[in-house]
């Protein structure tokens, strides 16, 4: 069934049930919250311009999903960003260092970005290979190559990490 | 681990604040775009005959054109009598592409570059993702770059700033040094280490870089540079100022959007200008020694977010109102040389 699709608030409905995980995506690739934002607004509204194009409620997440990553990509090439570092990161990056404290988010960031969105869309959203090519344009063997190296480049981060602990 | 990556994003949520102040947004936008298409629906029905008559041109151009493109011109053997079974093509694919021309072989998304300077110079690095040669009997296969400010660079993937030679190739033709550091190539061959009348796929994915350079004597391109970097400082000081009064989640302001499309502009007139001539070469030697040899046209093509083509240089002239004024994603094509 249709639920969001056929709703009389589409739009409302839509922002509702998918701005989080539109926003954990962006975040994912841009890392920096101010810009995940400027991608949901990006994201919603190049939906409003589309909307006949959707098909059916599984489709709209799909799309939604691929046009999230595609303008968070988008974002990060602006040259003027590519040069800089973001006040938040900075302040994010300060606080790691006061506290010392390095999560597993904070690990993950490290990793090319390529291998954050693969990571991102499997183990957060719960895709399968197939569907993550899909949505990346891929092949499935180019899924699961940068899946395995992924988690390979995340185990030396952790043990690297681990062993400054020590 | 799985889990804890799970608990650790659900705290990564748009406050409620920030997801009414969305909603109030895009119901705004929807009601815009609904009153603008109400308004267009009466003039539209007026253009639809005109329109229609343009389609039925542009279909029998349009067939004309791809049953010439096919012809393979100019792909050129040394020796007549070679095996059926030799064979090569070069692909890639990224996302966004659906609705890219027909007789682009390869193509790569300008959302894996990135821009770095060097020497006073700018670069500009595009991975080219799932760059595959295929074919049979491929013995090594030469690629070079005509344009003396576009390049190869064969990298080491897990360090983006460290250019190293390709496994199983080398360079052929002139590098690109920089304070006696390897860059790049204009030119490179790569040896198949496992030849086969099969079908093979030579997966140079993430391995080889196209980099384009800025000509430092063009005083166009010279110009694009200096504009760019002056909006770069001109966006930064007014980010900092909106960070200042409205926090980290304020909004991007309209004077920062006129700012970004201008960027682009500049950033998309020095890429159209550099890549205006550069052709690739590919070079295939086969295994009973017969060679074959491909051009490929470098284009620079432009999409906007509905991934309509709104620029193409075989096409269209360099219009700047569209330029400056749309959004969209820059592409790196290669289709056979005209």
């Known amino acids: 069934m249709n639920k969001i699709l056929s709703s009389e608030n589409f739009i409302t409905d839509a922002v509702n049930e998918y701005s989080d995980t539109i926003y954990r995506i962006a975040y994912n690739i841009t890392q920096n919250r101010e810009d995940a934002f400027d991608v949901c607004q990006e994201v919603f509204v190049r939906l409003i311009h589309n909307r006949h194009k959707i098909k059916n409620d599984q489709h709209l997440k799909s799309w939604l999903i691929r046009t999230a990553v595609n303008c968070s990509k988008s974002n990060c090439t602006q040259a003027y960003k590519r040069h800089s570092v973001g006040f938040e990161e900075v302040k994010e990056s300060e606080y790691t260092l006061e506290t010392g404290a390095e999560t597993l988010l904070d690990t993950i960031a490290k990793l090319p970005e390529k291998y954050r969105t693969v990571i991102h869309l499997h183990y957060y959203n719960d895709l399968k290979i197939e569907e993550i090519a899909k949505i990346l344009s891929i092949t499935k063997s180019g899924v699961k190559t940068r899946l395995t190296r992924g988690r390979k480049l995340l185990k030396q981060l952790i043990e690297k990490e681990n062993s400054y602990e020590k | ?338």
């Open chain 2, 1 to 338: 681990m799985k889990n804890e990556y799970k608990t650790e994003y659900d705290k990564i949520a748009l406050t409620e604040a920030q997801k009414n102040t969305l909603i109030a947004k895009m119901e705004d936008a929807e009601q815009f775009v609904y009153e603008i298409e109400k308004e267009n629906y009466n003039q539209n029905k007026v253009l639809l005959k005109a329109v229609a008559a343009c389609f039925a041109v542009a279909i029998i151009l349009g067939g004309t054109y791809i049953g010439s493109m096919f012809s393979m011109s100019n792909s050129t053997y040394t020796e007549e009598t070679t095996t059926p079974k030799n064979s090569f093509m070069i692909t890639a694919n990224a996302a966004s592409a659906e609705k890219m021309p027909e007789d682009v072989v390869a193509m790569f998304s300008g959302v894996s570059v990135y821009g770095f300077l060097k020497d006073d110079n700018y670069f500009l690095d595009y991975e080219m993702s799932g760059l595959t040669v295929t074919g049979c009997n491929i013995k090594k296969f030469t690629m070079t770059v005509n344009d003396r400010f576009c390049y190869f660079g064969l990298r080491d993937k897990n360090n983006l700033s460290e250019y190293k030679t390709l496994t199983n190739s080398q360079y052929t033709s002139k590098e690109l040094k920089s304070a006696g550091v390897l860059m790049a190539c204009d030119g490179f061959t790569y040896t198949n280490p496992l030849p086969t009348d099969k079908e093979q796929v030579i997966d140079l994915s993430d391995k080889v870089d196209f980099i384009i350079e800025s000509d430092r004597s063009d005083y166009e391109i010279v110009e694009c540079l200096t504009k760019m970097r002056e909006i770069n400082d001109e966006m930064w000081k007014i980010r900092a100022e909106r960070r200042k009064i409205q926090g980290e989640s304020g909004f991007t302001s309209e004077e920062e959007h006129l700012l970004e499309n201008k960027y682009d502009y500049h950033l998309r007139k020095f890429m159209e200008k550099t890549l205006r001539d550069a052709t690739i070469t590919v070079t295939v030697t086969y295994t009973d020694g017969t060679v074959q040899k491909q051009d490929f046209d470098v284009d620079f093509i432009l999409q906007d977010y509905d991934e309509n083509i709104i620029f193409d240089p075989r096409v269209d002239e360099f219009n700047e109102h569209t330029l400056l004024n749309t959004k969209g994603y820059e592409w790196i094509a290669f289709r056979y040389a005209e």
